[in-house]
């Protein structure tokens, strides 16, 4: 099968004004990613070689995100929302090319599974020449009908076009379909809109296949694949199929979730076996985390590297561009923002690192600062291996400490620091024997002479 090429044309003409939003529906994401580019993934891993995109509502807006998450994509624009049929034919360029298959997908149904979408092409390679991928549901309200004669598909009947019986039928239209790139063209263009709709039905080639002689078959998936996006409702609800399938996922390859249920995922986090992550921890974009890390509860992380026993949190921020290497312990309270934190560096409480190294096996103390902005520019505070910073000091970038360099607590640093320097960036202390307790008694007797007057 993997000879035959495939064309995929992911329908998303539909403006969608049950989101109520200015962004095109199926733009909204999942897990970080726009939901119609969890379709163009599903897709690809079907072996899907070229993407049609069929854009109508917000073309504009559409075009410049497909460039990122679908840089090889086609954009063709439905002029007029005529109809599934009518829009897979707005690809019509794309779809008489030669392609062995053609997948017809939605942009708005993105938990569609690449096994379902791989089965019906593999029905295609064994001589169907149109399979539609069917589900079944005790609630068939709205969906399309699969109506089966002698054990044979035979044709779809939209829930307006059904009769009363027919709406009895709980085998339905998850969407998709795979057909026989030589056949579509044929087929697509033979669909009339004689219906309650007055819509050019993609559903329809069924019956016409079938009266051309032309093999169609059903295959059944879950019911998850047709789950369609309407409204913000439904959105949170693919996110939580998602988001439980990826949980279920990252615990069967070794990852640790004590709460599953309280802990998101993004569309590209990366995790290794036998790391652990507490309850309530969030993942943005770009996270990567090998094996053995420890992530604490209530941490949120995103756009960071974090190596193999590395500890993380609790209450701990990493930003894009954390680097944490084996080892290194990023502590409660702590944000650490386009930094490598190298081998065993410890960054325990109540600090803040930005645009920063700090060597292996550093100590930075409770309420330290790096001050990597003056306002209109970032700069980089390089703090040595072995370097020891003392609790609440302010590092004023950009500034060098040198290798076990040690800064006294309390310090406010605007000049490096050696390797092996102390520095003292503060007042020092001046101690006065007895001279407290005559600051009391000044003070209790001056209190005493305001309350006589106010009398
Ligand atoms: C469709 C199926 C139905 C199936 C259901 C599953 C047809 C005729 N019906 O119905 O059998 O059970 O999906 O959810 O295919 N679109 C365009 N241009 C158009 C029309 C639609 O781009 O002119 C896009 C929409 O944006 C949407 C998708 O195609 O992403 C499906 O269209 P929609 O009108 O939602 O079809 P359903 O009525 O849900
Ligand atoms: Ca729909």
Not at 96 to 113: E, N, Q
Not at 135 to 161: C, H
Not at 188 to 213: P, R
Not at 428 to 454: C, H, I
């Amino acid at each position: 099968m993997s000879q035959r090429s495939c064309l995929s044309v992911i329908l998303a003409a539909g403006e969608g004004t049950r989101m109520k939003s200015a962004m095109p529906k199926v733009l909204h994401p999942i897990a970080g990613l726009p939901m119609v580019a969890h379709v163009v993934k599903a897709a690809e891993a079907a072996g899907a070689t070229g993407v049609a995109l069929v854009i109508g509502h917000g073309a504009e807006e559409m075009r410049k995100a497909a460039q990122k998450f679908a840089p090889k994509a086609e954009t063709f624009v439905q002029e007029k929302r005529l109809g599934t049929a009518h829009a897979v034919l707005a690809a019509r360029e794309a779809v008489s090319r030669d392609y062995d298959d053609v997948l017809v997908m939605f942009g708005d149904t993105p938990l569609i599974d690449s096994e379902a979408l791989a089965v019906a092409r593999q029905k295609l390679a064994e001589g169907a020449s149109v399979v539609v991928i069917g589900f079944r549901t005790p609630n068939p309200t709205g969906y399309g009908r699969l109506i089966e004669r002698r054990g044979k598909l035979f044709a779809i009947i939209e829930e307006k076009d059904c009769s009363e019986d027919e709406k009895k039928i709980t085998f339905c239209n998850a969407g998709m379909m795979a057909i026989a790139g030589k056949q579509a063209l044929q087929l697509l263009e033979k669909v009339g809109n004689n219906n309650a709709k007055g819509e050019f039905y993609l559903t329809d080639i069924v019956e016409i296949a079938g009266a051309q002689g032309l093999a169609v078959v059903a295959t059944e998936a879950s019911f998850e694949n047709a789950l369609g996006i309407n409204n913000r409702v439904e959105l949170a609800e693919a996110e939580r199929v998602w988001q439980a399938r990826r949980r279920r996922e990252a615990m069967l390859a070794g990852v640790t979730l004590i709460a599953p249920e309280t802990v998101y995922f993004s569309h590209d986090t990366e995790i290794g076996a036998d790391t652990v992550v507490e309850p309530d921890v969030w993942f943005g974009p770009g996270v990567k985390i090998a094996s053995s890390a420890k992530i604490h509860a209530f941490s949120h992380i995103e756009g960071a590297t974090i190596a193999s026993n590395a500890d993380v949190g609790p209450f701990a921020r990493l930003r894009p561009g954390a680097d944490l290497r084996a080892k290194a312990k990023v502590g409660n309270f702590c944000e650490v923002k386009q930094a490598t934190i190298e081998e065993g560096a410890k960054v325990n409480h109540l600090t803040y690192i930005g645009d920063a190294r700090v060597g292996a096996a550093a100590n930075i103390g409770a309420g330290t600062i790096t001050c990597n902005y003056d306002g209109f520019s970032k700069f980089f505070t390089d703090i040595g291996e072995g370097a020891f910073v003392g609790s609440n000091s302010s590092l004023v970038a950009p500034v060098t400490i040198g290798k076990g360099g040690y800064v006294a607590s309390g310090s406010v640093i605007t000049e490096s620091v050696p390797d092996d320097a102390l520095a003292f960036g503060r007042a020092r202390q001046k101690t006065l024997p007895g001279k407290g307790k005559e600051l009391r008694e000044r003070f209790a007797s001056a209190a005493v002479a305001r309350k006589k007057a106010a009398e």
